[in-house]
């Protein structure tokens, strides 16, 4: 990851969302939306919705399984916050949030 505005957002994100989060019930932690890289001259929204579609087709493709493969707990662990997270879930959230919105369950 390079130094960017996106970055700098996510890092913003994460950091209200710890304060949040660890205030909620167990169930209800999930992960916060995160940012790709913006493209420059283009509207920006930032919202703290968690991101948790929940949608076995996203899930399935960003861990590259088959979507039959994907269980209902698969889904849960995805979007599930445990305190903190990884470079590589960090990736995943933002791999998630580029593909396309409709269509999936």
């Known amino acids: 990851m390079g130094n960017d505005l996106s970055e700098w957002i996510n890092a913003k994100l994460l950091e209200i969302w710890k304060d949040y989060v660890n205030k909620a019930d167990k169930e209800d932690r999930k992960v916060p939306s995160l940012y790709p890289k913006l493209k420059k001259n283009k509207i920006l929204f930032i919202g703290l919705n968690p991101s948790c579609a929940n949608r076995k087709e996203r899930v399935a493709k960003i861990l590259g399984r088959d979507v039959e493969a994907i269980t209902e707990e698969d889904k849960d662990a995805f979007f599930s916050w445990e305190g903190s997270l990884s470079d590589e879930e960090i990736n995943n959230i933002i ?10 369950r």
């Open 95 to 104: 791999e998630e949030r580029k593909i396309p919105r409709g269509g999936d």
